[in-house]
């Protein structure tokens, strides 16, 4: 038996001091050392054993965070765990207090390809494994043949129009990590905001859509259509990773900043559908009669064609377990809401009678998390944004 933690971490802006990422924002010495105790602390609390990052702009910042927690981990360790020549040394909960650091674990960065000069940078992401990884994770970004989506005509055979997408707005990475003889893919995401997607026209310096004292209520939902699209059509993108890595036989962990609730349409484009209780009352798709239904044979064919794709939620398996209705990452606009995920296939769920473990407790970390929408809450920039996700998961004996 093995047990292993896997958690998101949306760390918010992680770059070095003195650098602007986006217009006007920079982090002086004395704000980036700040965020760098503050993110050693959080990973010294975890001490996860795979962590997927979101919101990293340099690979050496994520380093230092990295080397901060190690230090402060060997202090804890040297100060909370007893030596061998304590009888009581080899007690159950000195291994719950040891941290087990970062040093021979590894790193995987996907910069982004749309990151440009200070001011105008973009994120990228990471994964980070004590288990190493059975081979170079790949980065999925640039799209090699461009998706073009064919809008569907309603009622007529006229051109309907398309959605092409080319390029995401940030990479996916993708990673296979072998935990106790079982090689697991992971799969991190960070999908479009819903921050409006606005077009400058050329010649210009800003989208007519920015200017807010000629506010444009029409232009600005269209770049919420834009934006909704992108992060859809992103969910499918990713999507389209999990099926090809389930059908190669390899059980699925796929985590990070959806950016939506578990109910909205990219979500569940990313988990897939969930079966029917029946099929067998169903209308056939090639029905002639009214009676023409799927057989209990097919039933059980579509069942488990359904199902063997189909991606469980971490939070929700934990509070349907724990009856727990607390759980959130985010907070905007008096919003509290849980838009980070982690997933997994039917491979980590004792439901299924081939399950080859169990997710057996879900921490989250979200106690820095304020709404600066209310006056009397504290606010603070430096902190990450999103909670801290982390799923406890058992490996069956093999």
Sequence with gaps: MTRF??????????????????????YTPEEYAWKQDWMAD????????????????????LNDVLSEADKRGALANEANLPDASKRYHKKAIFR????????????????????GGPGERRPGLAILSRFGFSETPEIIQDLPDPIHIPMSALGGDEDAGHFTLRRLSRPILKARIPVAGTVVTVLNCHLKSKLGEFIRPQGEDFSREAVLTAYDPVGRAMGALRAALRRMAEAWVLRR???????????????GDFNDGEHAVSSEIISGEQPFKNYSWMLRHDAKHPNDRYSRVEN???????????????EKMFVRKSLRDMVYTSAFGGVYESIDQIYMSRHFDNNWDKAIGEMEYYSVFNDHLTDGSHPEAPYNKLASDHGQIMAHVRLNAR
Excluded: C, W
Aim: glycine residues 6%; aromatic residues 10%.
């Design 300 to 314: 059980e064919q579509i069942t488990e064609a359904v199902d063997r794709v189909r991606l469980r939620s971490g």
């Design 5 to 26: 933690t896997i958690a998101s971490f949306n760390v918010k802006n992680l770059i070095g001091e003195d650098k602007e990422f986006y217009k006007f924002q920079k």
């Design 96 to 115: 719950k207090l040891a941290f087990g650091g970062y040093k021979t674990a590894s790193l995987a960065f996907a910069p982004n390809t749309s990151d």
């Design 42 to 61: 959080q990973l010294l609390t975890m001490d996860a054993d795979i962590i997927g990052f979101q919101e990293v702009f340099e690979e050496q910042a």
């Design 241 to 255: 990773e999990i099926v090809d890595e389930l059908d190669k036989g390899h059980p699925v962990m796929v985590l």
